[in-house]
């Protein structure tokens, strides 16, 4: 299973990651902002099975990123993982076409339940 | 015949609805990805531009809401609580420091944010390392200090925001 993992904090990238991991047989690809994370997908042609993104980032916002790849690509899983918490933000990313939203700060376990409800529902629609 | 008013008290610099979001972001932040407890005491107001302490992360407010909020930590302090959130050793000279410093102030604002009943913005955090630095905030925002304390040492919260188009 392959997660690009899209935040401006290597830090929380890590936590991610070892929360993630858990999950047994993922491949982590890392970018620190919708820039980078553009390259990456274009560099990644078998695709992600999930990407998670942060709303603020410096160069190009989570946002625009969701817009970007959901331009050219309305498969791939979705899901933002950020501070924004107000109903507005939330409604604004499901529009943008994520598939499913978390908000900072997370448990593991609470992240873990996201990402598996989100990559459950990807696989049944499949 | 003249009446004498009794003088009204001043009313208090401390407006609750804009800290008591903080005061719970604090709380859930460190409770959530921390892991340490944390006590929160008595806000207070501040004069002084210097931060609290030697590392300050600085978040800006824009939209409907203006001015920062900086969190101010000591430096064992700072080493100590980032270690936590990360869940390795993170040390001052090493570029993670900022980085984790940086992410918790995020979380910190972000976290308020939802609970200011403004449509406002937060910037990317700056994090500033070193004893004495000044930080020049809006002149006409009343700085509010969160006093925290952890077993690990003590960090503030320096809330100085205000509603756009509402006087102090």
Known sequence: MRLLLVDDSRTMRNIMKKTLDTLGGVEFSEA???????????????????????WNMPNMDGITLIHKIRDTDKKTPLMMVTTEAEKSRVMEAIKAGVNNYAVKPFTPEALLEKVTQTLSKAKAAA | MSVIEAPKPAASPINSKLIM??????????????????????????????????????????????????????????????????????????????DAIGELANMIAGAAKKDLGHAARISIPSVIIG?????????????IVIPC?????????????KPVNQST
Do not use: W
């Open chain 2, 21 to 98: 979001p903080f005061v719970n972001s604090v709380r859930s932040v460190f409770s959530t990805m921390v892991n340490v407890p944390t006590t929160l005491g008595k806000p207070f107001l501040k004069k002084d531009p210097c931060p609290s302490y030697d590392v300050s992360s600085i978040i800006g407010f824009s939209g409907d809401i203006t001015g920062c909020v900086v969190v101010s930590l000591q430096m064992k302090a700072a080493e100590q609580l980032v270690s936590a959130f990360a869940g390795a050793a993170i040390e001052s000279s090493s570029p993670d420091f900022a």
């Open chain 2, 131 to 143: 004893t004495g630095h000044l930080i020049a905030r809006l002149s006409d925002v009343p700085c």
């Open chain 2, 149 to 161: 304390q952890t077993p690990s040492g003590d960090f503030t919260v320096e809330v100085s925001i």
């Open chain 1, 32 to 54: 620190s902002d919708g820039h980078e994370a553009l390259k990456v997908i274009a560099a990644t042609p078998a695709g992600f099975d999930l990407v998670l993104v942060d």
